[in-house]
């Protein structure tokens, strides 16, 4: 499978964006869906992941109760919304897959993932 981040921007802090991540080659039903985050010169963070039946979900606490992680399998499509955003959330975002069985699995360390896509850049501005 190959992935496409898109959706980033720059955006005054409490705005908004939400980013998808559609994927190609295959579908992701079988796929466990993450996204993650990185900063020059910090190694990349985990910030939201969702199982392959998108019922089970968990978030990095520094977004909890900002965003939602959801996912489009008919459409072969994971999202991101981003809410109340600040300052500290401007990164580069990278969705990324790893296949699972079970339909009840969620990833949040980066060595899980196998696949990932080219990343795109949020900038929240004070």
């Known amino acids: 499978v190959q992935l496409q981040a898109s959706g980033g921007g720059l955006v005054q802090a409490g705005g908004s964006l939400r980013l998808s991540c559609a994927a190609s080659?295959?579908?992701?039903?079988?796929?466990?869906m993450g996204w993650f985050r990185q900063v020059p010169g910090k190694e990349r963070e985990f910030v939201a992941t969702i199982s392959r039946n998108g019922v089970y979900k968990d978030y990095a606490d520094s977004v909890k109760g900002r965003f939602i992680i959801s996912r489009n399998n008919a459409e072969n499509t994971a999202y991101l919304q981003m809410g109340s955003l600040k300052p500290e959330d401007t990164a580069v975002y990278y969705c990324?897959?790893?296949?699972?069985?079970?339909?009840?699995?969620?990833?949040?360390?980066?060595?899980?993932?196998?696949?990932w896509g080219q990343g795109t850049l949020v900038t929240v501005s004070s």
């Open positions: 080659g295959r579908t992701l039903r079988n796929y466990v």
């Open positions: 990324a897959s790893a296949w699972r069985t079970h339909s009840n699995v969620v990833l949040t360390t980066n060595g899980a993932y196998d696949t």
